[in-house]
């Protein structure tokens, strides 16, 4: 029997619950469902006003993946949904986690939870930006690490405050909080900043996607910052050989980094992460922090 649950007085239907989604740890969907209820406190004041995507890997990371911006086929009538206009869909709406019961409902999907830089009600006027550090084989986290510190002493001489997390694959986020700024404007700055840091770091950081370039450096990619694109948020688990998770970091760990398993954070480590020191996110959904982006000629009123 296929069971069923409430949550928050919401009947959700549960399935295939010791099936095993992480062949290499045996991981199963039950534990991806108790993972994601014991850290939803977390989780959700960072995705709870955005309209959300889904990377869903059902099959496990070795079977089908697939990406969607629309809402699922089922999905309840309670759970809440945005308008979010595109070129090819002037109607098209997307997911809304504003709960817990919709946070399960999603989860229990098997999913990647992407984000925009904006919040619902404000499409492309960004509230944050995001700089993902891409490293390309034999560079790992740890070259990442570097960069990052470079990034975080520029953006503070701009008197922004940046925060890192892991990819929950094999590079670093970084995540800057905005005063509501037109994506534009926030991606022009990003690519500057991304082509002063190679200049800066020639050795170690490219700031183009092309694949001659990057082998042995940092692919600093300012392009999600852009309105359409989004990125792995706060503490989801990844679609990857382990359960691993995109996990905020202290910059204390970010200087101590010297093997890429330094920064590997698995969906059971989280948990006691959190107890012991809290959301090192946390301060990015603080207005108090969150600062006006230094203009950027020509990149719009």
Not at 198 to 207: D, G, Q, S
Not at 266 to 279: N, S, Y
Request: aromatic fraction near 6%.
């Amino acid at each position: 029997m296929t069971p069923i649950t409430m949550v928050e007085g919401r009947r959700i239907t549960l399935s295939n619950l010791d099936k095993v989604l992480y062949p290499e740890t045996g991981f199963t969907k039950g534990e991806v469902l108790h993972y994601y209820a014991t850290v939803a406190g977390t989780l959700l004041p960072h995705i709870h006003d955005r309209p959300v995507s889904f990377l869903r890997y059902p099959d496990g990371p070795d079977g089908q993946l697939f990406f969607t911006k629309n809402p699922p086929p089922g999905t309840p009538a309670w759970v809440k949904t945005t308008p979010v206009p595109r070129s090819e869909d002037v109607s098209a709406e997307q997911v809304v986690i504003a709960d817990m019961a919709t946070l399960m409902w999603s989860a229990n999907l098997v999913v990647e939870f992407h984000t925009p830089q904006w919040p619902v009600g404000a499409p492309a006027v960004a509230d944050r930006m995001v700089l993902d550090l891409d490293p390309g084989a034999p560079a790992s986290v740890v070259e990442c690490c570097a960069t990052a510190l470079w990034l975080r002493d520029r953006l503070a001489a701009d008197g922004l405050h940046a925060f890192a997390k892991t990819s929950g694959s094999k590079g670093m986020h970084l995540a800057v909080p905005l005063e509501p700024t037109p994506s534009a404007q926030v991606s022009a700055y990003a690519k500057l900043l991304a082509q002063e840091a190679e200049r800066e770091l020639p050795h170690l950081v490219v700031h183009r996607m092309a694949k001659a370039l990057r082998p042995g450096k940092v692919f600093v990619d300012h392009s999600q910052n852009a309105a359409a694109k989004t990125t792995a948020a706060p503490y989801t688990l990844r679609a990857r050989a382990r359960p691993t998770v995109s996990a905020p970091v202290s910059w204390e760990e970010v200087e101590a980094c010297r093997t890429p398993e330094d920064l590997v954070f698995l969906a059971d480590d989280i948990g006691p992460r959190l107890e012991r020191d809290g959301d090192f996110f946390g301060p990015l959904i603080d207005p108090g922090l969150a600062v006006r982006l230094p203009r950027v000629r020509g990149a719009g009123p």
